[in-house]
């Protein structure tokens, strides 16, 4: 049954391809994007997760044996938990704070963290992030 991750690599490719071609696409519905169009950060951001899914769509989509089919699911499935996990930390705020626009500061924070030589924005990413969340308690 090699249809079934097979189509899953073709729509995965598809959606790569989009978003690469409009970052728009994932940004809009979000509600992280900035007045009409992303912003250059957002844009670059969205791009390699769009080329990153391109290629592990096509590698799914591709594979030609079962070895190379479950090892194009690892990389799918791996990608899209790291996902999981940074992104869902970058953009959790402190509870009841779920507006938009402190999720498209997180996110902003997060992506500029990203670039090369950029220690200091990674520091104000984790003050920021630290910042929000209330004291432990402690005993």
Same mark, same amino acid.
């Given at each position: ?79 899209? &938990? /790291?996902?999981? @996990?940074?992104?869902? *930390?970058?953009? =959790?705020?402190? $509870? ?5 626009? !402190? %999720?498209?500061?997180? &996110? /902003?924070?997060? @992506?500029?963290?990203? *670039?090369?030589? =950029?220690?200091? $924005? ?5 003050? !920021? %992030? ?10």
């Amino acid at each position: 049954m090699t249809w079934l991750p097979r189509a899953l690599g073709i729509a995965t490719a598809a959606y790569g391809a989009a978003i690469t071609a409009k970052p728009v696409l994932p940004l809009k519905p979000s509600g992280m994007l900035h007045g009409h169009a992303p912003e250059a950060d957002q844009e670059a951001f969205v791009r390699t997760l769009g080329v990153r899914d391109l290629a592990s769509g096509v590698a799914m989509a591709l594979a030609p044996g079962r070895g190379a089919m479950r090892t194009a699911i690892a990389v799918r499935v791996a990608s899209d &938990l /790291g996902d999981l @996990v940074v992104l869902g *930390r970058v953009l =959790r705020g402190p $509870a009841g704070a779920h507006e938009g626009h !402190g %999720r498209r500061r997180r &996110l /902003g924070r997060a @992506v500029r963290a990203l *670039r090369p030589g =950029r220690e200091e $924005a990674a520091r104000r990413t984790r003050a !920021g %992030r630290s910042a929000g969340r209330p004291p432990r308690r402690t005993r």
